[in-house]
Nanobody, 117 residues
């Protein structure tokens, strides 16, 4: 059974930092492209950051220079370090996994990030 479990969300003031984690189980983590998406109220889900199975990273323009995606294949965990947070970063953040051969896709349940003073 595949599970992606996000953690690390919460309430933070503008300019603050949070680190999200996504613990994966039931998959061979190293052969999955991994990503972080977010969805704000009334908006479509959008890609925030992506990290390929080979380690290539890409970011949405809105978070470049502030967010860093990383992965620990030994511990089946994906991370998103978020710095200089802005109110517009407020959203539910989701972990996504796509298998490189079959394109099988999995989602976590999401973790709420709220940036507010």
């Amino acid at each position: 059974q595949v599970q992606l479990v996000e953690s690390g969300g919460g309430l933070v003031q503008p300019g603050g930092s949070l680190r999200l984690s996504c613990a994966a189980s039931g998959i061979i983590f190293s052969i999955y492209h991994m990503g972080w998406y977010r969805q704000a109220p009334g908006k479509q889900r959008e890609l925030v950051a992506h990290m390929s199975s080979g380690g290539s990273r890409s970011y949405a323009d809105s978070v470049k220079g502030r967010f860093t995606i990383s992965r620990d294949n030994a511990n089946n965990t994906l991370y998103l370090q978020m710095n200089s947070l802005k109110p517009e970063d407020t959203a539910v953040y989701y972990c996504n996994a796509v298998q490189i051969f079959t394109r099988a896709t999995y989602w976590g349940q999401g973790t709420q990030v709220t940036v507010s003073s």
